[in-house]
């Protein structure tokens, strides 16, 4: 599961947003802790939600828009990728991670 606690809340709600935002069924499941990845093809689909949600923050925060009360969305999207990671990698998938964020980046 993924482990946001009181002081993260700020990073779980702005992931609910955007998985809701880009009606990503699989992310709003798994932030809101009522599944896990299961296999290498749902760690590709939350690696790729990752990114996805990270350009819209990026044309959130460039026009100062406010998301779930939080208007510190760089700091947030920071704390929000290392408790993504993390997850990916508790639940063994910090291959597909690399690999897929590299792609979508430019990086192999």
């Known amino acids: 599961m993924m482990n946001f606690t009181e002081t993260t809340l700020p990073a779980k709600n ?8 880009l009606n990503n069924q699989l992310a709003i499941n798994i932030i809101q802790g009522k599944s896990d990845l299961k296999n290498s093809d749902e760690a590709i689909q939350f690696t790729a939600f990752f990114w996805a949600m990270t350009d819209e923050s990026v044309e ?11 208007t510190d969305l760089q700091h947030w999207m920071e704390k929000l990728m ?6 990916m990698k508790s639940c063994g998938f910090k291959e597909e991670w690399t690999r897929e964020s590299n792609r979508i980046n430019g990086g192999g």
Do not use: M
């Open 14 to 21: 702005l992931a609910l947003h955007y998985a809701e935002k």
């Open 82 to 87: 290392n408790i993504t990671i993390g997850y």
């Open 60 to 70: 959130d925060y460039e026009n100062n828009i406010e998301i779930s009360g939080v």
